[in-house]
């Protein structure tokens, strides 16, 4: 059984069963790329890297993901190997994520090379898609130059069976007000345990609740100007590994 998506009247989608949009109204593609992609420093970050992991919480449509994966390929210093991990608790039907990435948004605001890759990626990440069971699940792409694992279930107990070392880190769960769980502090907490000095971490949320368990956890936390409509955005650095 697949996570119902409903379309708004807007184009965009939205989750009857948080009451949220899986992404914003104006500029998905934007919004990936200025939010999490380039706020975690890339694709600076991953030049003259054998692998690099991003870890992200809530895969949702996976738009990050294939923005993430489109900007590596245009990269011509890209990494060897790129690591997506990503968490979910209720993934959608692959006709969702294709949708969703043939209309992504305002085009304008976005990099039209890599929107005009999406659709492609999109469908051979839908064509992959196919039975998902709780647990880690593994997709290569790009020759398994491109490997997504993701862990299906709760946040918590899948953070718990995962054993990575993120270089990067998108924190992408629906509003803190209506999805908690997400951002709780032993959420952050397992998410900081599986980074190093130097890992970078970018969110849409600039929740005071949010920022203060990330400085707790040894993150240095800066508020940025957002991506409109939102006003700001989060860009923070882990200091010293988390034990
Ligand atoms: C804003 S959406 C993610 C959008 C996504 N990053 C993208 O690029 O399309 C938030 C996601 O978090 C998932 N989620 C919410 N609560 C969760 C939980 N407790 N454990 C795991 N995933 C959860 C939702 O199902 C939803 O897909």
């Known amino acids: 059984m697949t996570e119902p998506v409903q379309w708004l ?3 965009s989608p939205h989750s009857l069963r948080f009451n ?18 380039m ?8 030049r003259g890297r054998d692998e690099f992991t991003v870890l992200e919480t809530g895969f949702g449509l996976g738009l990050n993901f294939l923005a ?26 692959p006709a969702d994520i294709v949708r969703n990435a043939l209309a992504p948004g305002a085009p304008d605001d976005a990099n039209p090379q890599l929107q005009a890759r999406l659709p492609a990626l999109a ?17 290569d792409f790009a020759q398994g130059r491109v490997r997504l694992t993701l862990a299906v279930g709760d ?14 880190v998108y924190l ?23 980074c190093h000095a130097g890992t970078t971490l970018a969110s849409y949320s600039v929740a005071l609740e ?23 955005r989060l860009e923070a650095l882990l200091q010293a590994d988390v034990i």
Do not use: I
Not at 20 to 37: E, I, K, N, P
Not at 39 to 46: K, M, S, T
Not at 155 to 165: H, I, K, M, R, S
Not at 178 to 192: D, G, H, K
């Open 123 to 139: 469908q051979e990440l839908a064509r992959a898609w196919q039975n998902l069971r709780p647990g880690l699940q593994q997709f």
């Open 155 to 168: 946040v918590q107990t899948v953070l718990a069976e995962l054993d990575c070392v993120a270089d990067a």
């Open 9 to 11: 009247a807007d184009g």
């Open 20 to 37: 949220d949009r899986y992404r914003s109204r104006t500029g998905g593609l934007a919004q990936a790329l200025t939010v999490f992609v």
């Open 210 to 232: 949010v920022r203060e368990s990330l400085k707790q956890l040894g993150f240095s936390v800066r508020k940025r100007a957002g991506l409109p409509p939102k006003r700001h």
């Open 172 to 194: 992408d769960g629906f509003s803190p007000a209506l999805n908690p769980a997400m951002w709780s502090f032993a959420t952050l907490q397992a998410v900081a345990q599986r």
């Open 39 to 46: 706020a975690c420093g890339l694709p600076q970050g991953w």
């Open 68 to 93: 993430t994966w489109a900007a590596w390929e245009a990269d011509t210093q890209r990494c060897e190997r790129l690591h997506f991990v990503s968490v979910e608790a209720y993934p959608v039907a």
